[in-house]
């Protein structure tokens, strides 16, 4: 089957694309919406390696993305420059879902903290994902139109994989697909137990909670991509790749605020190890009033009586 369209499914084609790029609008909503909470949980907060990466994130695609709806809209992209530019527009939707994949991969390193079976296993899955996705966009190339729409290669610069490599080119959807649901799968076992038995941390309601809503969302979208890489007419084939990112970018900047929203004021756990007993002062007016627990080792406590193993926000014991 020819990549070129008749006439009018070209225009369709062009018009529709051009109406999914205007979706970054939903990008730029969630920041202006959780701009002040940005200011004071990541900017004035405690720096680490997720923070980082929701900045980088948090920035880079819609700057990106702004190059992406000029390339759609102006006839300044010639023939020769189009073919250069979906390398960039590939480039940035690659770096974009993997860079939210490396903060789920942290997060489940905090949560099987010592477990290296699982932590080894979603790593492989990423690298898996990163090498497929690397590989793909090598194989990219400008959507063709028909010199009669008036649709022109200046006018409507977008990136698609070839119709013979379809099957394989829905990797680049499925892929992320998988390790989400990985992901997904490996948070609920550790979390639901501890959940069920009045036994987890608001911090722990809030992974249950958000990574529930973060899947639904990218599950309806990439299902979408996938289906429609292998099955729609050239010029539509990877049209919702760029409505991923930006949900998956979106979701993951709101779920960070929200982990951090949930860690702000937190009594930290208190990790304290003795060989004979626990001693709990709380000060009063007079003199200190004080307890005694029985002989426990790496006893860990909150006054919420709480108890939780490791902070997957910061990745660290507390």
């Known amino acids: ?91 940035m939707t690659v770096i974009g879902i993997h860079v939210v994949g490396l903060m789920m991969l942290l997060r489940i390193k905090a949560l099987y903290a010592g477990n290296r079976l699982v932590v080894g296993f979603v790593f492989l899955l990423f690298m898996a994902m990163l090498v497929v996705n690397a590989w793909l966009l090598t194989k990219g190339r400008a959507v063709a139109h028909n010199p009669l729409s008036g649709v022109h290669d200046t006018s409507s610069c977008t990136m698609i994989f070839p119709s013979d490599i379809s099957v394989l080119a829905s990797s680049s959807a499925w892929l992320p697909l998988l390790y989400d649901s990985a992901v997904l799968c490996l948070t609920l076992a550790k979390i639901i137990p501890m959940v069920k ?35 729609a007419p050239p010029g539509l084939k990877n049209i919702a790749a760029q409505l991923e990112l930006l949900i998956t970018v979106t979701m993951m900047s709101r779920i960070t605020l929200n982990l951090k929203k949930s860690t702000a004021g937190r009594l930290r756990v208190t990790t304290v190890q003795d060989t004979t007993s626990i001693v709990f002062r709380v000060p009063t007016g007079q003199a200190d009033s004080a307890w005694t627990s029985s002989s426990h080792t790496n006893m860990s406590f909150e006054m919420d009586m709480y108890r939780v193993n490791r902070d997957p926000e910061q990745g660290q014991q507390v």
């Not at 008749?6 to 051009?18: C, G, L, Q």
């Not at 002040?36 to 980088?56: C, R």
Request: glycine content about 4%; aromatic content about 14%; some cysteine.
């Open 197 to 231: 038995m009045s036994n987890g941390t608001s911090i722990m309601k809030r992974l249950l909670k958000d990574g529930l809503i973060y899947y639904i969302a990218i599950f309806s979208v990439t299902l979408a991509l996938t289906i429609m890489i292998i099955s």
């Open 1 to 91: 089957m020819s990549d070129i369209q008749n006439p009018i499914e070209d225009i369709t084609e062009n018009f529709r694309t051009n109406c999914v790029g205007f979706a970054v609008v939903v990008l730029i909503w969630d920041h202006i919406d959780t701009f002040t909470e940005e200011v004071e949980y990541i900017w004035k907060g405690k720096k680490s390696t997720i923070t980082y990466l929701f900045l980088l994130n948090r920035y880079l695609t819609p700057l990106g993305f702004i190059v992406n709806l000029i390339a759609y809209l102006s006839p300044a992209f010639t023939s020769e420059r189009c073919r250069h530019f979906i390398r960039f527009e590939g480039s």
